[in-house]
């Protein structure tokens, strides 16, 4: 009997203890449940981490769309009378037209470009000479004076007084400026009359084909040495006066110390109005049309931007003037490039 009584409670208590099978399951349940809470606590941390992060992107996105909405005007002014005729030219260098309905343009490939560089043509010579020869006289004598007078102001008293002084051309008007020296060049003009005191003989500035290109490109430089001047002086006046100081103690000349130092620091300044100056004279004809009227005495001063204008408002070939602007244009560019790259090529050798 107590045998059977231990039976019955050894019976009981293998049936009251849960099996290995059970005990694992529930196990793996518990570790489930945890691995469960713990991948929705990284997942609820993740989505806290990517609201910021596409707040973020959003007001990025917004702020981006608010400065394109400012840019807008800028940007249909740029497209409009920028974007719009450079692409027109280019489909007009392509083509025949007289300049009166679009409907009567016709395709021409590359006849226009190849009329300009045909033998005989008057485009490479002499008016791109003359364009050259232009532009590299207007650089050169502008650059050196606006050098030299900037750097006798920044030791004058007055500096106001004559940075105004040599900036008047500048906000004089072409037709003015043209019809003047026009005027002292005559015969009978102050130019000659001071030649005359001195015991020269008269010369015949605009009259001549030799002398008429150099006498437009002093009066271009003339008119252009207000805004060069006004560049250079604030460039001198940014270098520091230590350097000076320091070459004075080291017994340095002036002229060493205008080589050495005051050009080598002027020369971001010295860069712009080099590459300004430079697009200005390969562009300009204004001035030559009020001193010569069509580039005469022949074609001595007759440059790319007169020969564009004649041929599209004088002649009717619009195809033809196209090509040679997008001629000027290319021009431009690599003689543009040319200058920033030796001017930082000089710089990384000094």
């Not at 080598?264 to 712009?272: A, E, G």
């Not at 001063?301 to 408002?313: D, G, S």
């Amino acid at each position: 009997m107590a045998t059977t009584v231990g039976s019955a409670d050894g019976d009981g208590g293998e049936a009251g203890r849960p099996s290995s099978a059970e005990g694992r399951g529930r196990a793996d349940a518990g570790r489930g449940a945890r691995g469960a809470r713990a991948a929705g606590g990284r997942a609820r941390r993740a989505a806290s981490r990517a609201r910021p992060t596409a707040r973020r992107t959003r007001h990025r996105y917004r702020q981006t769309a608010v400065a394109y909405l400012f840019l807008a005007p800028s940007l249909a002014f740029f497209a409009v009378f920028l974007l719009l005729p450079l692409l027109f030219a280019v489909l007009l260098s392509l083509s025949r037209w007289a300049g009166f309905d679009l409907a009567d343009i016709r395709p021409a490939g590359m006849d226009n470009f190849a009329a300009l560089f045909a033998r005989g043509s008057s485009f490479l010579t002499p008016v791109l000479t003359n364009t050259l020869l232009y532009a590299l006289g207007t650089v050169a004598l502008a650059l050196t004076g606006a050098v030299l007078v900037a750097h006798c102001i920044t030791r004058l008293r007055f500096q106001g007084f004559w940075r105004t002084l040599y900036f008047l051309p500048i906000v004089t008007t072409v037709v003015a400026v043209g019809n003047v020296w026009k005027y002292m060049y005559e015969p009978g003009g102050l130019v000659n009359g001071v030649l005359n005191a001195l015991g020269l003989r008269s010369v015949a500035f605009l009259q001549d084909p030799v002398t008429a290109l150099p006498s437009v490109v002093v009066v271009q430089a003339w008119a252009s040495l207000g805004s060069a001047i006004l560049i250079l002086t604030a460039g001198l006046k940014a270098i520091p006066h230590s350097y000076y100081e320091a070459a004075e103690l080291d017994g340095a000349g002036p002229r060493t110390v205008f080589t050495r130092i005051t050009l080598p620091l002027l020369r971001p300044s010295l860069l712009f109005v080099c590459v300004t100056q430079f697009i200005t004279g390969l562009q300009s004809f204004a001035l030559i049309i009020v001193m010569t009227g069509e580039g005469g005495p022949g074609d001595a001063t007759n440059v790319a931007a007169l020969e564009m204008y004649q041929r599209a408002f004088k002649y009717g070939d619009w195809g033809s003037a196209s090509a040679a602007a997008l001629v000027l244009f290319v021009l431009i560019l690599v003689i543009t490039l040319a200058q920033l790259w030796l001017f930082r090529r000089k710089g990384a050798d000094g």
